[in-house]
C-alpha cells in the first residue's frame, strides 16, 4: 500500500513557475514508478511525467517537455514535479499516482497506475 499526497498548487501567471510536491508513506518506495497526470475541466486524465523510484529513469510527455521536470528526493520519500515556463493551457487539477514496478518501459496509461493521491489545483492566469 502507498499513500500519495500532493502539495504546492496555486495561481500563478503564465510565464512563472510552480513546485508540486508529492509526498509517500511506503518504506518500499523504490519498487514503485511514480507519475504526475493532470485533468482540466471537461477533459480526460492526461499524462505529465513518470520516474522509476529505483534508478530515476523519467519520462515527459511532449506537451511539457523542456518546460516540466520530474525528479525524486530518496531521503525524503518525496517526487516533485518542477514547472517552468507555465501556460494558461496547463491549468489543471495534478493527480500524484505510482504503481509497483515491473521492470519493464514506464508506463503512461493512468488505468496501470494502482494509487492516487487526492490532487491539487494548477491555475495559469494570461
Known amino acids: 500500500q502507498v499513500q500519495l499526497v500532493e502539495s504546492g498548487g496555486g495561481l500563478v501567471q503564465a510565464g512563472g513557475s510552480l513546485r508540486l510536491s508529492c509526498a509517500a508513506s511506503?518504506?518500499?518506495?523504490?519498487?514503485?514508478?511514480m507519475g504526475w497526470f493532470r485533468q482540466a475541466r471537461g477533459k480526460e486524465r492526461e499524462f505529465v511525467a513518470a520516474?522509476?523510484?529505483?534508478?530515476?529513469?523519467?519520462s515527459h510527455s511532449d506537451s511539457v517537455k523542456g518546460r516540466f521536470t520530474i525528479s525524486r528526493d530518496n531521503a525524503k520519500n518525496t517526487a516533485y514535479l518542477q514547472m517552468n515556463s507555465l501556460k494558461p493551457e496547463d491549468t489543471a487539477v495534478y493527480y500524484c499516482a505510482a504503481y509497483e514496478d515491473a521492470n519493464i518501459v514506464l508506463i503512461t496509461d493512468p488505468r496501470i497506475f494502482e494509487y492516487w493521491g487526492q490532487g491539487t489545483q494548477v491555475t495559469v492566469s494570461s
Open positions: 520516474i522509476r523510484w529505483s534508478d530515476g529513469s523519467k
Open positions: 511506503s518504506r518500499t518506495i523504490n519498487r514503485y514508478v
